[in-house]
């Protein structure tokens, strides 16, 4: 009995832990600001797929002249992708149809884009899109975006 009690209060406690430590690795996210809501899809076949497949839930955050991209359910510290403002073209923009608007947050937004060669798809707010968009506009003098 008191072995079965103490299993059970260490897997209580390596719970809490687990879950303050997502919490602490989100804050030193967010600490530098500039952060928002995106979910991505990489490398997405050239066909139209709204199956909802592929969806990553993540954080992303400007950091100079990239976007670096967290996963929301994982302990890294350093970013799943980063993506450059002179890489990015932005293809076009759509609503979530079918699965995807079961995979996706309820307001999101998808933005289609290519990043050195890989399609990729970014699913986030109309007010994150916004912010986006200014970002990749606001590019340097003699730097070459595409925003469609």
């Not at 928002?36 to 969806?55: A, I």
């Not at 149809?97 to 060669?117: F, K, N, P, T």
């Amino acid at each position: 009995m008191v072995l079965a009690l103490s299993v059970i209060g260490a897997v209580l406690a390596l719970v809490v832990v687990g879950l303050f430590v997502f919490g602490l690795r989100r804050r030193l996210i967010q600490r530098s600001g500039g952060t928002f809501d995106c979910s991505l899809r990489w490398d997405v076949p050239q066909e139209s797929d709204t199956s909802g497949k592929g969806w990553s839930y993540g954080v992303a955050r400007y950091n100079g002249d990239r976007v670096e991209w967290f996963r929301v359910f994982s302990y890294a510290l350093r970013p799943r992708r980063v993506l450059e403002r002179s890489a990015i073209e932005v293809a076009g923009r759509r609503d979530p149809e079918g699965e995807e608007e079961l995979a996706l947050l309820s307001d999101a937004v998808i933005l289609a884009c290519h990043h050195r060669g890989t399609r990729l798809e970014l699913a986030m707010s109309e007010d994150a899109l916004t912010g986006f968009l200014a970002w990749l506009e606001a590019a340097p003098p003699g730097q070459r975006v595409n925003v469609a």
